[in-house]
């Protein structure tokens, strides 16, 4: 989402709270779930899982190697819910002509250097680059040049913009920008 004036062009930047995370982080907590509760039922004796008698899981080796993975599992499937919660990687892209100053805000893990905060100066922008890399892991990566710093993507590489809709928002921005277009 953008929102752009005459001088000033705002990009909204999502973080992780999409559906897609929601769903991989619950699908890992429920596996991890039942997975925990197959080695802790092998280690009873008793069917915490009714469809899974206990009697056919051994504690050792297969009891113990269920709940290391059920364990394991909670724990990543943690960090993602904490990701989603704290919305890792969400801020704006702000690009102002009149003041000639370029922002970039984005939200990082909890700490001292939770708010990511960058400011250039437009006159310091080289060019706008496509990356595009086509194939198995398909990548398109939209690049903002600066002068003394190299490159600083944009676009996230999961938003999978079609060929023609990144042209078309490199495009805008550099039209915007008053910079040319390096495709690589």
Not at 61 to 74: C, D, E, R, T
Request: proline content about 3%; hydrophobic content about 45%.
């Amino acid at each position: 989402m953008s929102c752009q004036s005459e001088n000033i062009w705002i990009e909204l930047i999502a973080g992780s709270r999409k559906t897609s995370n929601f769903f991989w982080a619950l699908l890992l907590f429920l596996g991890s779930l039942g997975f925990l509760l197959v080695g802790a039922s092998s280690y009873l004796g008793r069917n915490l899982i009714s469809f899974l008698p206990s009697q056919q899981i051994l504690f050792f080796p297969q009891g113990v190697v269920m709940s290391f993975y059920g364990i394991a599992g909670l724990f990543i499937s943690s960090y993602l819910w904490c990701t989603i919660s704290w919305n890792v990687g969400s801020g704006y892209d702000q690009f102002d002509r009149k003041e000639g100053i370029i922002c970039i805000f984005r939200w990082g893990f909890p700490g001292r250097n939770r708010r990511i905060f960058l400011r250039f100066l437009m006159k310091d922008i080289q060019s706008i680059r496509i990356e595009a890399r086509e194939g198995f892991s398909a990548r398109r990566i939209l690049y903002m040049e600066i002068r003394g710093q190299g490159a600083l993507p944009l676009i996230r590489t999961d938003q999978n913009l079609t060929p023609r809709e990144m042209e078309q928002k490199a495009a805008e921005l550099a039209s915007f920008l008053h910079v040319p277009i390096e495709v690589f």
